[in-house]
T-cell receptor, first 117, second 114 residues
């Protein structure tokens, strides 16, 4: 079974600075997807960024980028120019490639990100 | 489009009572999922469906049943609620195609079992 580990229960960063959230995973699959989801106090799960394992190029979405290291099974999220609205729980998630996602996502336990003004 | 909606948003049950959570999506998605989120944990998959009339077990299916009689709806049932089922329940849906498969989540249902 796949596992996803987020080793930082909580992170704090000053507004406008850069912060990196860590995620490692364990899988025997060669093809898979990785995701970062944001969960603000409203509870809504919001997709931040996704990465296909077969792509060597790291995904970016505006201020959000990932550092995907397939051999090390590492998938960190970098948030640049942190804003107060970035404060939330961040979850790393994994989905294997085969089966069209039928077996759902495997989530880490989350990192609580605090933005200090 | 409303996206993914869940009914109810909050519910309190007594041990042994039954209830059904309703998930509806208006995006014509084939796949639908039910997850639960407990404090200090990520979401865990309870059951899922790959199309109308189909259901399958996820990681933590015990104590729950599901039905997908219509493509747009996915029901999660608790026949005899237990305090261990106190949690926040999320429904999600996706197209089910490899290259476009992003799961969209509902707002969640907070369930307390006393």
């Amino acid at each position: 079974a796949q596992t996803v580990t987020q080793s930082q229960p909580e992170m704090s960063v000053q507004e406008a600075e850069t912060v990196t959230l860590s995620c490692t995973y364990d899988t025997s699959e060669s093809d898979y997807y990785l995701f970062w989801y944001k969960q603000p106090p409203s509870r809504q799960m919001i997709l931040v960024i996704r990465q296909e394992a077969y792509k060597q190029q790291n995904a970016t979405e505006n201020r959000f980028s990932v550092n995907f290291q397939k051999a090390a099974k590492s998938f960190s999220l970098k948030i640049s120019d942190s804003q107060l609205g970035d404060a939330a729980m961040y979850f790393c998630a994994y989905r294997r490639y085969s089966g069209g996602g039928a077996d759902g996502l495997t989530f880490g336990k989350g990192t609580h990100l605090i933005i200090q003004p | 489009n409303a996206g993914v909606t869940q009914t109810p948003k909050f519910r309190v049950l007594k041990t042994g009572q039954s209830m059904t959570l309703l998930c509806a999506q208006d995006m014509n998605h084939e796949y639908m999922y039910w997850y639960r989120q407990d404090p200090g944990m990520g979401l865990r998959l309870i059951h899922y469906s790959v199309g109308e009339g189909t259901t399958a077990k996820g990681e933590v299916p015990d104590g729950y049943n599901v039905s997908r009689l219509k493509k747009q709806n996915f029901l999660l049932g608790l026949e005899s609620a237990a305090p261990s089922q106190t949690s926040v329940y999320f429904c999600a849906s996706s197209y089910g195609l490899e290259n476009t498969d992003t799961q969209y989540f509902g707002p969640g249902t907070r369930l307390t079992v006393l």
